[in-house]
């Protein structure tokens, strides 16, 4: 059968993508917005201040750049701005596709992992052919003249897990570098992503309103405060539907809920536990509408699909804004009791910690008692997770206790000291989000002795507290006694993680491995093992690297493994040759074992790569070793192409020039 000519898929294409405009209700008022564009996520969480750029000019920044990311906070209007963007496209003759992760559902992580087993490429056609509504593939794009100028759009990609993230992204990129004249934009929350091909792409965040631009759409005289929630497009628009002034922005979410969504505070209830349990099932905004409606009823249903909350397509449902979705499995979360805030149940309300907007949500819904309680079960879980939910407290709002915010302050500034690149990195980011005032001391100590004089400077009458501070200060007299170090194996997750953090700086005198390896051997805590694995890396002795490797092979905690491998790529930074290669040998012949786990392998990738400033001379062998033996037993393309990746960055941190052929990994 003949293929239609170029002009006439063209104007399929064209045609689908006018028929997908006409479907997207008009919001409106539109607000105008105003974006920052840089090369460097630094940049972006810095605030410093890139291309400004307006509505009418990413396209053509977009299209000579090639490849663009809109990273933002939700309800900044990234997908107003999206939609906006792909209207302009087609009146600028451009061909554009739309592709909405939105639609990803539970099915589709099968669906892709079958796609791509072979070749990560081959998950572009399932992109374009699963979430583009056009009924065709990637591969139908050589029809369109190759002068043909084109954009594919991405919406949603927090809407999907972190790994599958990077892939995709991964993929985006290979297909700008195939396909002659097409660029792409994809949209995402507030986050680093290790961008492939890093420096071809440009980054960017939308600005939040200006106080003109939001006392244009309000009533003459209007106040506006300093740091206003209407600075969001999102909560401006919540502001004028129900005429408030502002409140905080989970008043505005209630209030959302009761008046627009129509629901009864039962009702409510029921709404946030099905939202709970579709995040839990499919780790998607997509949920089954025959399970949510068995959770909520068909009254219920009927409510949320008739005041536009939710969208039901066939056997599936969605929220039309992920923050009312996002709000209510969080008001679940907010109101179960405090032993069930467990990793597993953070882990499924964050889609494996690829989001953190519902577990900010969450926190911001609890009274202090509760919060402080909740930061700190986020803080034995994930302490990035804490500091991103405190990065969301604004300087008016009832605030968690200064006793935590200063523990997670602190702890996340320590990080900032740590020798993994990516781990400053992700410290570094949380704390420059926050918008407490305390934070600001934190955010400028250059030294540990500097941080130390912020910690002291707290003052306070609450006894565990203090307890925790004079923990904090081991990290100036570099002793630790026995009562202090036997506090890594409590519950006090604060205690139990400060001791471990202390502990990694104090010369060992012999006493402090043999203890850490008795306790090993005896408690049934994951956590424990975990806090004394993380200390292990920083005692270079056979002993210890004995104990890593005992960890790695038979812990059934991922959660150990992960602090195994990381300590033992620690442990061979500051140990003597013949002990290096040791730690060299364990990671290689045990490459499967670490490949099992996405996270463990994703975690080795990031420890091999540390400060060129104390990496010790013959790091890059080492690394290079460590990162050919992964390779090796990768079998995915898209694993063994994020090994190349970790090789050449390495090569660019810790050699000028690298030895013919050493640098190159084949298979």
């Given at each position: 059968?003949?293929?239609?000519?170029?002009?006439?898929?063209?104007?399929?294409?064209?045609?689908?993508?006018?028929?997908?405009?006409?479907?997207?209700?008009?919001?409106?008022?539109?607000?105008?917005?105003?974006?920052?564009?840089?090369?460097?996520?630094?940049?972006?969480?810095?605030?410093?201040?890139?291309?400004?750029?307006?509505?009418?000019?990413?396209?053509?920044?977009?299209?000579?750049?090639?490849?663009?990311?809109?990273?933002?906070?939700?309800?900044?209007?990234?997908?107003?701005?999206?939609?906006?963007?792909?209207?302009?496209?087609?009146?600028?003759?451009?061909?554009?596709?739309?592709?909405?992760?939105?639609?990803?559902?539970?099915?589709?992580?099968?669906?892709?992992?079958?796609?791509?087993?072979?070749?990560?490429?081959?998950?572009?056609?399932?992109?374009?052919?699963?979430?583009?509504?056009?009924?065709?593939?990637?591969?139908?794009?050589?029809?369109?003249?190759?002068?043909?100028?084109?954009?594919?759009?991405?919406?949603?990609?927090?809407?999907?897990?972190?790994?599958?993230?990077?892939?995709?992204?991964?993929?985006?990129?290979?297909?700008?570098?195939?396909?002659?004249?097409?660029?792409?934009?994809?949209?995402?929350?507030?986050?680093?992503?290790?961008?492939?091909?890093?420096?071809?792409?440009?980054?960017?965040?939308?600005?939040?309103?200006?106080?003109?631009?939001?006392?244009?759409?309000?009533?003459?005289?209007?106040?506006?405060?300093?740091?206003?929630?209407?600075?969001?497009?999102?909560?401006?628009?919540?502001?004028?539907?129900?005429?408030?002034?502002?409140?905080?922005?989970?008043?505005?979410?209630?209030?959302?809920?009761?008046?627009?969504?129509?629901?009864?505070?039962?009702?409510?209830?029921?709404?946030?536990?099905?939202?709970?349990?579709?995040?839990?099932?499919?780790?998607?905004?997509?949920?089954?509408?025959?399970?949510?409606?068995?959770?909520?009823?068909?009254?219920?249903?009927?409510?949320?699909?008739?005041?536009?909350?939710?969208?039901?397509?066939?056997?599936?449902?969605?929220?039309?804004?992920?923050?009312?979705?996002?709000?209510?499995?969080?008001?679940?979360?907010?109101?179960?009791?405090?032993?069930?805030?467990?990793?597993?149940?953070?882990?499924?309300?964050?889609?494996?910690?690829?989001?953190?907007?519902?577990?900010?949500?969450?926190?911001?819904?609890?009274?202090?008692?509760?919060?402080?309680?909740?930061?700190?079960?986020?803080?034995?879980?994930?302490?990035?997770?804490?500091?991103?939910?405190?990065?969301?407290?604004?300087?008016?709002?009832?605030?968690?206790?200064?006793?935590?915010?200063?523990?997670?302050?602190?702890?996340?500034?320590?990080?900032?000291?740590?020798?993994?690149?990516?781990?400053?990195?992700?410290?570094?980011?949380?704390?420059?989000?926050?918008?407490?005032?305390?934070?600001?001391?934190?955010q400028h100590a250059t030294t540990l002795v500097e941080l130390c004089a912020v910690v002291n400077a707290v003052e306070s009458d609450v006894e565990w507290f203090n307890e925790w501070k004079e923990v904090f200060r081991i990290s100036e007299t570099q002793t630790i006694e026995p009562a202090t170090l036997v506090k890594i194996t409590e519950d006090n997750s604060i205690l139990g993680w400060t001791v471990a953090n202390v502990a990694k700086r104090v010369d060992d005198d012999?006493?402090?491995?043999?203890?850490?390896?008795?306790?090993?051997?005896?408690?049934?805590?994951?956590?424990?093992?975990?806090?004394?694995?993380?200390?292990?890396?920083?005692?270079?002795?056979?002993?210890?690297?004995?104990?890593?490797?005992?960890?790695?092979?038979?812990?059934?905690?991922?959660?150990?493994?992960?602090?195994?491998?990381?300590?033992?790529?620690?442990?061979?930074?500051?140990?003597?040759?013949?002990?290096?290669?040791?730690?060299?040998?364990?990671?290689?012949?045990?490459?499967?074992?670490?490949?099992?786990?996405?996270?463990?392998?994703?975690?080795?990738?990031?420890?091999?790569?540390?400060?060129?400033?104390?990496?010790?001379?013959?790091?890059?062998?080492?690394?290079?070793?460590?990162?050919?033996?992964?390779?090796?037993?990768?079998?995915?393309?898209?694993?063994?192409?994020?090994?190349?990746?970790?090789?050449?960055?390495?090569?660019?941190?810790?050699?000028?020039?690298?030895?013919?052929?050493?640098?190159?990994?084949?298979?």
């Amino acid at each position: 059968m003949p293929q239609p000519k170029s002009e006439d898929f063209r104007g399929k294409v064209v045609k689908s993508a006018r028929e997908l405009v006409a479907s997207w209700k008009a919001h409106e008022p539109v607000f105008s917005l105003l974006t920052r564009w840089s090369r460097s996520y630094d940049d972006i969480f810095a605030g410093d201040l890139g291309v400004m750029l307006t509505e009418d000019e990413i396209l053509d920044h977009t299209f000579s750049a090639g490849r663009a990311i809109l990273s933002g906070r939700g309800g900044d209007g990234k997908t107003w701005l999206l939609r906006r963007l792909f209207g302009r496209a087609i009146d600028a003759g451009i061909v554009p596709i739309f592709i909405d992760l939105k639609q990803w559902t539970g099915a589709d992580y099968d669906a892709w992992k079958e796609w791509t087993q072979d070749n990560l490429g081959a998950g572009a056609e399932f992109l374009v052919r699963r979430f583009s509504g056009l009924g065709v593939g990637i591969i139908d794009l050589d029809r369109l003249a190759p002068n043909i100028r084109k954009i594919i759009f991405v919406d949603g990609l927090n809407e999907i897990t972190a790994t599958v993230g990077l892939e995709v992204l991964t993929t985006l990129d290979e297909i700008v570098a195939y396909y002659m004249n097409t660029s792409v934009i994809v949209v995402d929350r507030l986050t680093r992503r290790d961008l492939p091909s890093a420096g071809r792409w440009w980054i960017g965040t939308p600005l939040p309103l200006s106080d003109a631009e939001i006392r244009r759409h309000l009533p003459k005289g209007a106040a506006v405060v300093e740091n206003d929630l209407r600075s969001s497009p999102f909560f401006l628009d919540a502001a004028l539907r129900s005429g408030s002034a502002g409140e905080r922005r989970v008043t505005m979410l209630q209030r959302m809920v009761h008046e627009h969504f129509g629901l009864t505070e039962a009702e409510a209830v029921l709404v946030a536990e099905a939202c709970f349990a579709a995040y839990s099932a499919a780790r998607s905004r997509m949920f089954n509408v025959v399970a949510f409606r068995e959770k909520v009823g068909q009254p219920v249903l009927n409510k949320l699909e008739q005041s536009g909350a939710i969208r039901v397509d066939g056997t599936n449902g969605f929220f039309q804004h992920h923050i009312a979705h996002d709000f209510l499995a969080a008001m679940h979360v907010a109101g179960l009791d405090s032993d069930l805030w467990t990793p597993r149940l953070l882990r499924e309300l964050s889609f494996d910690a690829s989001s953190f907007d519902a577990v900010e949500l969450a926190f911001e819904q609890l009274a202090e008692g509760p919060a402080d309680l909740f930061l700190q079960k986020l803080y034995d879980w994930n302490l990035y997770a804490a500091g991103y939910a405190l990065a969301q407290r604004r300087q008016g709002d009832a605030p968690v206790g200064i006793e935590m915010r200063t523990v997670i302050l602190a702890m996340l500034s320590d990080k900032c000291f740590d020798p993994v690149i990516a781990t400053r990195q992700r410290a570094a980011d949380a704390l420059r989000l926050m918008q407490i005032e305390e934070a600001k001391p934190f955010q400028h100590a250059t030294t540990l002795v500097e941080l130390c004089a912020v910690v002291n400077a707290v003052e306070s009458d609450v006894e565990w507290f203090n307890e925790w501070k004079e923990v904090f200060r081991i990290s100036e007299t570099q002793t630790i006694e026995p009562a202090t170090l036997v506090k890594i194996t409590e519950d006090n997750s604060i205690l139990g993680w400060t001791v471990a953090n202390v502990a990694k700086r104090v010369d060992d005198d012999g006493r402090i491995l043999a203890q850490l390896a008795g306790w090993l051997g005896e408690s049934p805590n994951a956590t424990v093992r975990w806090r004394i694995a993380h200390v292990l890396g920083t005692i270079p002795e056979h002993a210890a690297l004995r104990c890593l490797r005992d960890l790695i092979d038979n812990d059934a905690d991922e959660d150990v493994r992960y602090g195994a491998v990381r300590s033992l790529v620690e442990l061979a930074r500051i140990a003597g040759p013949e002990l290096r290669e040791e730690a060299r040998t364990v990671i290689a012949t045990r490459s499967q074992t670490i490949l099992m786990s996405d996270r463990v392998a994703r975690e080795l990738r990031s420890s091999l790569l540390i400060d060129p400033l104390v990496a010790p001379a013959g790091w890059l062998s080492f690394a290079r070793a460590c990162i050919q033996a992964l390779f090796i037993e990768s079998e995915r393309l898209e694993d063994r192409d994020l090994w190349r990746g970790c090789l050449n960055e390495a090569e660019k941190l810790y050699s000028a020039a690298p030895v013919a052929g050493e640098g190159e990994l084949h298979g």
